[in-house]
C-alpha cells in the first residue's frame, strides 16, 4: 500500500493527512501523517520545500491570508495560525503561531514557544517561551541545521513515495494461505 503520492503541483503527501479550500502548496513540499491545512476562511498559500509534520495545523483568521514560504519546517504537533512565515524558518514542535504574527525570513521558533497575536519577528532572530518573545539572533549552528532539515524531509518524503517504509505487521508479499475444504458426508 503506498504510503505517499505526489500530487500536482509536484508536493508529496500521505493517504492521511487533510488539506481543503483555497490551498496552493509548492513543488517539493512535504504533508505529513495527520496535518491539517485547512484555506476555508481565507487562502492558504505554502511554498517549496515546505515540510508540514505530523498532526501540525495551518489555519488563519477569517479574511486574513497565511503564506508559508519557501523552505519552511513546521515541526510535529506545531499550530500555524499567523499571517506570514519568512524563507527557510523553523517553527519548532508544538510551537503556536496566533493571529497575524509575522515571522521574519531564517527565524527559530522554539518548541513549544507560543507567538502572540500581531508579533513581528525580525530576520534571523529566535523566538522563546510563553508567551513568546525575541530571545537572540540565530547562530550559526541553527541556521545549518534549519538548511540541512529541508532536504532532509525531502529525501524522506521521497523514500516514503518508493515503499521503502512499511507500516508494523505489512508485509511486501502476502503468504498464500492453504483452505481446506470439508468433503461432504454422502
Known amino acids: 500500500m503506498a504510503r505517499f503520492f505526489r500530487v500536482e503541483p509536484g508536493f508529496l503527501r500521505p493517504q492521511h493527512c487533510t488539506i481543503v479550500g483555497d490551498v496552493s502548496i509548492g513543488a517539493?513540499?512535504?504533508?505529513?501523517?495527520?496535518?491539517?491545512?485547512?484555506?476555508?476562511?481565507?487562502?492558504?498559500?505554502?511554498?517549496?520545500?515546505?515540510?508540514?509534520?505530523?498532526?501540525?495545523?495551518?489555519?488563519?483568521?477569517?479574511?486574513?491570508?497565511?503564506?508559508?514560504?519557501?523552505?519552511?519546517?513546521?515541526?510535529?504537533?506545531?499550530?500555524?495560525?499567523?499571517?506570514?512565515?519568512?524563507?527557510?524558518?523553523?517553527?519548532?514542535?508544538?510551537?503556536?503561531?496566533?493571529?497575524?504574527?509575522?515571522?521574519?525570513?531564517?527565524?527559530?521558533?522554539?518548541?513549544?514557544?507560543?507567538?502572540?497575536?500581531?508579533?513581528?519577528?525580525?530576520?534571523?532572530?529566535?523566538?522563546?517561551?510563553?508567551?513568546g518573545k525575541i530571545v537572540r539572533p540565530i547562530n550559526p549552528e541553527e541556521l545549518q541545521y534549519m538548511q540541512w532539515l529541508t532536504g532532509h524531509y525531502l529525501e524522506l518524503a521521497e523514500q516514503y513515495l518508493a515503499g521503502k517504509f512499511k507500516s508494523v505487521g505489512e508485509t511486501k508479499t502476502k503468504a498464500k494461505t492453504k483452505t481446506k475444504t470439508k468433503t461432504p458426508a454422502h
Not at 527557510?88 to 521574519?104: C, D, E, N, P, Q
Request: overall charge negative; glycine content about 14%.
Open 28 to 131: 517539493d513540499s512535504s504533508i505529513w501523517f495527520g496535518a491539517v491545512i485547512r484555506g476555508d476562511v481565507a487562502p492558504v498559500v505554502i511554498g517549496r520545500r515546505v515540510n508540514v509534520q505530523d498532526n501540525a495545523v495551518v489555519h488563519c483568521d477569517s479574511g486574513v491570508a497565511n503564506t508559508i514560504e519557501d523552505d519552511v519546517t513546521i515541526g510535529h504537533g506545531a499550530v500555524v495560525h499567523g499571517k506570514h512565515v519568512g524563507q527557510g524558518s523553523l517553527v519548532g514542535m508544538g510551537a503556536t503561531l496566533l493571529s497575524r504574527s509575522v515571522i521574519g525570513r531564517q527565524c527559530l521558533i522554539a518548541a513549544g514557544a507560543v507567538v502572540p497575536p500581531d508579533l513581528i519577528v525580525p530576520d534571523r532572530m529566535v523566538v522563546m517561551g510563553v508567551p
